[in-house]
T-cell receptor
Framework: SAVISQKPSRDICQRGTSLTIQCQVD?????MFWYRQQPGQSLTLIAT?????????ESGFVIDKFPISRPNLTFSTLTVSNMSPEDSSIYLC???????????FGPGTRLTVL | GDSVTQMEGPVTLSEEAFLTINCTYT??????LFWYVQYPGEGLQLLLK?????DKGSNKGFEATYRKETTSFHLEKGSVQVSDSAVYFC?????????????FGTGTQLKVEL
């Protein structure tokens, strides 16, 4: 298993600003994922981040709005750019290995945009 | 595309009652199936999983059997406790599409009362 931490745990931001969320894994993982969970909703995959390649975005999510970095096998960041109140959500990262076919989740970052 | 359908909540039970949360899926390949649990204010934790037909996943008194013929993965527990109050997510990972992406159901909130 892997233990995943995220920073910040929560934040309140003004519209038009950007926030970068950090995700740290206690062991090397091939695959990392970023999800959004809007209030009372399920999780929606934003993108898959593999080290050494560009992130792969799901339909409805674009790099300009959600740039992602994956500099090594234990760390990733997600930036929420030019925020609006509609971006208020919980953002979760996860990590996993193809061979284990299983993902471990961080505690999430609760973002409120005013 | 892949999809997961869960019974709507909230489900309210008395302590020691029997729990069933229904989950059915649609997938193009041969998915792995998961149940995740989200306790209030926390991130997702993997509860149990099954990787092939007729597998039974179990953990903490919860069980679910991978039924390929009915494309179902219903979660059951014989005697729930107040501490089981949480949101439960059914999910699938279809490796046929590559990348181990998780597709989640909408989540079912469980409330257990004394």
């Amino acid at each position: 298993s892997a233990v995943i931490s995220q920073k910040p745990s929560r934040d309140i931001c003004q519209r038009g600003t950007s926030l970068t969320i950090q995700c740290q894994v206690d062991s090397q993982v091939t695959m990392m994922f970023w999800y959004r969970q809007q209030p009372g909703q399920s999780l929606t995959l934003i993108a898959t981040a593999n080290q050494g390649s560009e992130a792969t975005y799901e339909s409805g999510f674009v790099i300009d709005k959600f740039p992602i970095s994956r500099p090594n096998l234990t760390f990733s960041t997600l930036t929420v750019s030019n925020m609006s109140p509609e971006d208020s959500s919980i953002y979760l990262c996860s990590g996993g290995e193809v061979s284990y076919n299983e993902q471990f989740f961080g505690p999430g970052t609760r973002l409120t945009v005013l | 595309g892949d999809s997961v359908t869960q019974m709507e909540g909230p489900v309210t039970l008395s302590e020691e009652a029997f729990l069933t949360i229904n989950c059915t899926y649609t997938a193009t390949g041969y998915p792995s199936l998961f149940w995740y649990v989200q306790y209030p204010g926390e991130g997702l934790q993997l509860l149990l999983k099954a990787t092939k037909a007729d597998d039974k996943g179990s953990n903490k008194g919860f069980e679910a059997t991978y039924r390929k013929e009915t494309t179902s993965f219903h979660l059951e527990k014989g005697s729930v406790q107040v501490s089981d109050s949480a949101v439960y997510f059914c999910a699938l990972s279809d490796r046929a599409g590559g990348g181990n992406k998780l597709t989640f159901g909408t989540g079912t909130q469980l409330k257990v009362e004394l």
